[in-house]
């Protein structure tokens, strides 16, 4: 069913002070009057939240040596007001999530008992309810349950402490210590509040179906209403078009409205994420059902292949799978979300995926990927293992765990794909097992029921990855691509593995900022062989190697270093090398697959963020601070990009792309430097692309004679060492440069270091800062250096003779630019400080265009 969202005449009361947390030996009280009888130290505790979260705050637990916690019994406990209840009227104490293990007291009577994190539990309680009431919760250890004798699974992956978390409905975050922090989730993880039904009638669920055909956008609803008044109707209303509720029998009002001519909701790329607000007026009462969108979202998979289309538009899927705001506190509310999520819709990412060793993501996080137009693969939380889905009373549980996810996301346009868990298919053939055990019921007939029941209109996948002869094969189905990456494959394994979907990709131990690192070691203590550091380097359990060995890997290969004497010998310029290939390798794989020469319809980077501070796999940092990899991928995913692509004996294949709705008149215009400073050609020719359309031309169209523009004939020495593509949209009164692509003919080889006739003066408009940059030379992967500002641009190449102005956004108020700038091809930094206003006439000068 639909969230309600709010009912004028009912008022809900958050249950979030007040609250005591203890501990205690397992099973060493059985009830409220026991565990006072003990007299122990009660610790405050923040609900919702962790036992780890409250522990953390008292300094008696700390992330960066997470002591176990599943061998005790944990018990919270508040004290809250309520008045007397009059009678026929209802109060519902309602628990949004308890992990794991839990039971509930309310006034001496034991109300609950809960084995499933996952669900969401209502509860009448008004005749217990009195003047004071007192609440418990206990929550038992974990590991008597994970110790005791079970079935044996078929197989037993590495990456998990115990294979008896399979009959756990528990997070796998806290089990995985090859890559996750072993926080253990024990607590009122999610919201508990009491919901007041002042008067008689009471809205009990709400069944609500948008639907998109044909430019008509539909909502139907069923509400089931208690103590409804006889003969009453009601109204639905969605955005300013109303229709009627009509009793149907049995406490239900059912109505459909019909919006003619819908303005689409469209991820951000393509369009705008139209929303309109749903509410429904029953009797006297005013019910709030949040806000929908209208599309449709199509899975195309004939003959093995695997895209999406939104609103019958081909639509490349790129982001990268979501992590856990806070590890701690598994918070997820919408002061948690918010920067992350527009961090990456700010990225050009258009989809994120919530993998299945994660959690259910909240209704506030599918709130805000409405709003930005940022589409969500969702598994259900089952990864890796073998699953007892023979078990009836096991399976029940997963059902209703199921159906609530559903239901309470019915509304949200943004959630793209339902998924039934991640490598679980991939695990059983990887352990040896038959082709019939690879999968299971409860992948291809339980989940998919329910998603089909309850929406429809999201495609289901069976696992993550699957759909070829094996179930990691690349060009088939949806795919954990990690060839290049983890296997170490050559770039051009990109193209030859023809990619189809990739839902997981890319993984490496990107390294953050100074200022991130700061908070994990010392300034005299070495990053790379410190334990602290290596303790937070992704592993994959069993393996010789380790990520930081991956990402060297490609340092040598690229740049062609040794990464070993590098590290000994100048450290800092290792770091920024480091720092920076990763980048260029995504940015090269995803330019290959947006391309015309793969067959690949999206990539999701694993992961969006780290999960504590150090070299993991997000391209965002623990502080929510981008990395280099981001800044890299921001521009690989752009809406509107130029990209261009080494085709050997072929030449250069020019990729113009535009998946904005509106089409685009531009030049491309193509130039060669010899010794990242002199231009030895050039050339440019005009397109028009039509909106959600590509043009692509051969770099050999622009120019009236031979040039050898990948050095693949080898005709003598190379004639230059840069390549430049540059898109400018000429719709308007002058150009405005709207892409850029560099190739380099000798691979991606480490320049040299000089003086490259680098500048930079900060411009002070209005208030708001920006950096004027400009070379005479080629400047390799510019990086701009300042804790208190965030430049909009980051990592990124300035061709000869090139100027640009990149935006600078303050972390905190009252503080101005002062700063480095730093290029890998650059021998000393060039210092910028704010030195006040420009002059009108240095603005013009500048090409500096005021604020809005």
């Given amino acids: 069913m639909a969230r309600i969202r709010d009912v004028s005449g009912m008022r809900k009361v958050r249950l979030i002070d007040g609250w005591g947390l203890c501990a205690t030996q397992p099973n060493a009280a059985f009830g409220p009057d026991a565990i006072e009888a003990m007299n122990p130290r009660w610790t405050r505790a923040q609900v919702p939240g962790t036992v780890a979260q409250a522990l953390a705050a008292s300094t008696a637990w700390s992330l960066d040596d997470p002591a176990s916690l599943h061998h005790r019994d944990y018990w919270y406990k508040c004290t809250f007001a309520s008045g007397t209840v009059p009678a026929g009227e209802a109060r519902t104490l309602h628990f949004e999530g308890l992990a794991t293990l839990a039971e509930v007291w309310l006034n001496g009577q034991r109300i609950l008992e809960s084995h499933n994190m996952f669900h969401a539990h209502d509860v009448e309680v008004a005749k217990l309810l009195q003047g004071e009431n007192h609440l418990y919760i206990l929550f038992r250890a974990l590991n008597p349950v994970l110790a005791a004798k079970k079935p044996k699974p078929r197989w037993k992956p590495r990456m998990f402490e115990t294979s008896n978390l399979r009959f756990c409905r528990t997070t796998l975050l806290g089990h995985m210590p090859g890559w996750c922090p072993s926080v253990h989730a024990i607590g009122p993880w999610r919201d508990i509040w009491l919901e007041e039904h002042l008067g008689h009638m009471r809205v009990l669920t709400a069944d609500v179906r948008p639907t998109f055909d044909n430019g008509t956008g539909r909502v139907r609803a069923r509400i089931k209403v208690e103590n409804l008044p006889s003969g009453g109707i009601g109204w639905l209303q969605v955005g300013d078009v109303k229709g009627t509720l009509e009793q149907v029998g049995g406490g239900y009002l059912e109505g459909q409205v019909d919006l003619l001519q819908a303005t689409a909701w469209w991820p951000h790329t393509h369009g705008e994420p139209a929303l309109y607000p749903v509410e429904a007026r029953i009797a006297d009462a005013t019910v709030n059902l949040g806000r929908t969108g209208f599309r449709t979202v199509t899975l195309e998979q004939e003959n093995g292949t695997f895209g999406l289309k939104v609103n019958g538009v081909p639509v490349f899927a790129r982001g990268a799978c979501w992590t856990t705001p806070d590890i701690v506190s598994l918070g997820s509310s919408r002061i948690d979300c918010d920067a992350l999520l527009r961090l990456a819709r700010d990225a050009g990412m258009n989809m994120l995926r919530v993998g299945g060793t994660f959690v259910y993501e909240s209704d506030d996080f599918f709130d805000l990927c409405d709003e ?44 793209a794909m339902f998924c039934g868990g991640s490598e679980v298919e991939q695990q059983a053939a990887m352990m040896g097992l038959p082709r019939e055990a690879w999968s299971s019921p409860l992948f291809r007939e339980v989940l998919p029921g329910v998603t089909q029941k309850i929406r429809p209109d999201v495609p289901y996948w069976p696992n993550s990855p699957s759909g070829g002869p094996l179930p990691f094969q690349a060009n088939r189905g949806a795919t954990h691509y990690y060839g290049v990456g983890a296997y170490l494959r050559p770039l051009d394994d990109a193209r030859r593995a023809d990619v189809q979907f990739a839902s997981e990709c890319l993984a490496f131990a990107n390294i953050p900022e100074q200022s991130t690192l700061s908070e994990l070691l010392l300034k005299s203590e070495m990053p790379f062989h410190h334990p602290r550091w290596k303790e937070r380097v992704p592993r994959d359990l069993g393996a010789t190697w380790d990520f930081d060995d991956v990402r060297d890997h490609y340092l040598k290969t690229l740049f062609k270093v040794d990464p070993a004497e590098l590290r000994y010998t100048d450290m800092a310029r290792y ?23 793969t067959h690949t319809n999206g990539g999701l980077v694993w992961f969006y963020r780290d999960l504590w501070p150090g070299a993991g796999w997000g391209v965002v940092d623990a502080k929510g601070v981008p990395k280099a990899a981001w800044h890299y991928l921001k521009r690989a995913f752009a809406p509107v990009t130029v990209l261009a692509t080494d085709e050997g004996l072929n030449g250069l294949r020019i ?54 523009a990948t050095y693949a004939y080898r005709f003598g020495p190379p004639a230059h060492d840069v390549t430049v593509v540059s898109l400018y949209n000429v719709g308007g009164s002058a150009p405005i440069k709207l892409a850029e692509a560099y190739h380099f003919p000798h691979g991606y080889n480490l320049l040299p270091r000089g003086n490259l006739g680098l500048e930079a003066r900060v411009v002070s408009t209005r208030g708001t800062y920006q950096l004027s940059l400009k070379t005479k030379r080629f400047a390799q992967s510019v990086h701009i250096d300042d804790d208190n500002f965030r430049p909009a641009d980051d ?58």
């Fill in 372 to 415: 930005l137009g940022l589409m969500v693969w969702h598994d259900f939380m089952f990864a890796n293992l073998d699953y007892p889905a023979a078990d009836t009373e096991w399976l029940r549980s997963v059902v209703t765990e199921a159906e609530q996810f559903a239901d309470r996301s019915q509304l949200a346009p943004s959630l």
């Fill in 575 to 597: 770091m920024a090398c480091s720092r920076v290939v990763t980048g260029e390798v995504m940015s090269h794989v995803f330019s290959e697959w947006r391309s015309s020469g």
């Fill in 655 to 708: 990729h113009v792309i535009n998946e904005g709705s509106e089409s685009l008149s531009a030049d491309v215009r193509l130039v060669h430097y010899r010794h990242g400073e002199t231009p030895i050609h050039s050339a440019k020719c005009r397109l028009k692309i039509a909106g959600r359309g590509r043009v692509e031309l051969w770099g050999a169209e622009l120019s009236e004679h031979f040039y050898d």
């Fill in 795 to 852: 990592y990124f190449h300035l061709a000869p003779g090139s100027s640009r102005l990149i935006a600078l956004t303050p972390l905190k108020p009252g503080v101005e630019p002062d700063g480095e700038l730093h290029a890998l091809n650059l021998h000393t930094p060039v210092r910028f400080r704010s030195t006040g206003e420009l002059s009108s006439a240095e603005q013009k000068a500048l090409n500096v265009r005021p604020p809005k």
